[in-house]
């Protein structure tokens, strides 16, 4: 009896260790669920960028090209605005489709789960960092222009 529970518990130990196991299906699972998402958060944040601008200007959503009836800077002004809030909304859907996804399966999507270096891969493991502080460093250069702080 005592031996059965040890292998249970044997068992249930290298469960853990290995983590929560994968299914082929998870990679077209992911895709599906990303895309789907996707494209449902584009379609809501342009139907609401439209709407809202009517809302608020009561005219039309100026067209680009049509240069007799639209001034050029409603047509910038609707384009940086529909932009931004498309790139939100798909943020925001992307996100909350892997919180869905791991509160599912209990682990990330591989497409998203970061690259794992072996400490004795230190030439990739140096390209890794420096990538990452490159990126960190971009970022915050985009963040301090939009802002005006240097």
């Known amino acids: 009896m ?6 249970k518990a044997a ?14 299906v998870g990679g077209p699972v992911w895709k599906v669920l990303s895309v789907g998402t996707t494209l449902l958060a584009t379609k809501v944040a342009t139907d609401a960028a439209q ?53 599912s399966t209990g682990h990330l999507p591989k497409a998203l789960e970061d690259e794992q270096v072996k400490p004795s891969d230190k030439k990739a493991a140096k390209k890794l960092t420096k990538a990452r502080h490159k990126a960190e460093k971009a970022m915050q250069k985009a963040i301090d222009k939009a802002t005006g702080s240097r």
């Open 51 to 103: 709407k809202g601008w009517k809302l608020a200007t009561g005219r039309n959503v100026p067209v680009k090209g049509d240069y007799e009836r639209e001034r050029t800077r409603d047509v910038v002004l609707f384009t940086a605005l529909s932009s931004m809030a498309v790139a939100a909304a798909r943020v925001a859907a992307e996100r909350g489709a892997a919180t869905y996804y791991r509160r």
């Open 11 to 24: 068992a249930k130990a290298k469960a853990a260790a290995t983590g929560t196991p994968r299914t082929p």
């Open 2 to 7: 005592g031996s059965k529970d040890s292998k």
